[in-house]
């Protein structure tokens, strides 16, 4: 069973309060506006700034990941070609005058 107090705010709710959080000079009356305790405020603003760390840990890891990738391809992609040029190069033997 669900706790109801857990889904007590919409996640739409929460974003805009946050976005206000980040503008307002007030955070006391920001609350009283939104109807809801100032800690929890600034608990959502934090795991915000949480999420969006994280996000940006993992797209740069990614980031990261995709660049290896590119670099181990370019090698293959390389080699290949080197196996290519010296597979259709004939080979002559060399004449002495």
């Known amino acids: 069973m669900t706790n ?5 705010y919409p ?3 929460r974003a805009r309060a946050i976005d206000q959080f980040n503008c307002c000079e007030n955070v ?8 809801i305790p100032r800690q929890t ?9 949480r999420a969006k760390f994280v ?3 993992e797209e740069k890891s990614h980031q990261s990941r995709l660049r290896k990738e590119i670099g181990d391809l370019k090698r293959l992609v390389a080699d290949q070609a080197l196996e290519v040029a010296d ?4 080979s002559q033997p060399i004449s002495s005058r």
């Open 28 to 35: 006391g009356f920001l609350a009283k506006e939104l109807g």
């Open 55 to 57: 996000e940006q840990v």
């Open 11 to 13: 996640e739409a709710f």
């Open 41 to 49: 405020l600034y608990r959502w603003h934090e795991q915000s700034e």
């Open 4 to 8: 109801p107090k857990l889904w007590r």
């Open 87 to 90: 597979n259709t190069i004939p």
